[in-house]
């Protein structure tokens, strides 16, 4: 059993993880304004075409595009990258508008030899409201790199998930 320090202890740091999700929560809705607000208009010229590609994973991917040029897909916990001690989100997707072209070229490239590609992980929609119900549509698909509940499981099966995801995703 624990002690009162012990148990006072544990209150504290459940109280700084609430409020570290509460402001991920709002940094994920302010994420979600920006990607709306900058969704394109529906464009006829098809070299200024753009999608919204979603991506499940905590950090962005930075992709080659020809001519040495390179993107950046952002990842569902790009927002928290320079804070001091961050909590990863439980899922979601990072949201990211880039050129079809440049899109329709990293899914030709990087699609049969990434993972990721054929787990549903990184995905495009044509604009953000298709991205959003895409998104909840693959909610549901496990990244591998969600956190971990101690409490419900054990070190030694932790272990071995965060193993099977690092080799599903080579």
């Not at 001519?67 to 997707?93: E, W």
Request: proline share 4%; net charge neutral; glycine share 6%.
């Amino acid at each position: 059993m624990a002690n009162r320090k012990e148990v006072a202890e544990q209150n504290k740091q459940a109280e700084q993880v609430n409020i570290q999700a509460e402001q991920v929560n709002t940094d994920a809705q302010n994420n979600k304004a920006a990607v709306e607000n900058s969704a394109p208009a529906i464009v006829t010229d098809k070299k200024n075409e753009y999608v919204i590609v979603c991506l499940k994973h905590p950090q962005g991917i930075k992709f080659k595009l020809p001519d040495n040029k390179h993107i950046t897909i952002n990842g569902n916990a790009t927002h928290l990258r320079g804070q001091k001690s961050p909590v990863l989100p439980n899922g979601g997707f990072g949201m990211t508008k880039i050129l079809k072209e440049d899109w329709d070229y990293v899914k030709t490239t990087y699609g049969k030899s990434m993972g990721i590609f054929n787990a549903g992980l990184i995905f495009a929609s044509a604009d953000s409201a298709s991205a959003e119900s895409q998104a909840k549509e693959h909610d549901e698909i496990k990244s591998g790199f969600e956190p971990i509940d101690i409490e419900k499981e054990n070190k030694v099966d932790a272990l071995k998930k965060i193993k099977k995801a690092e080799k599903d995703e080579k």
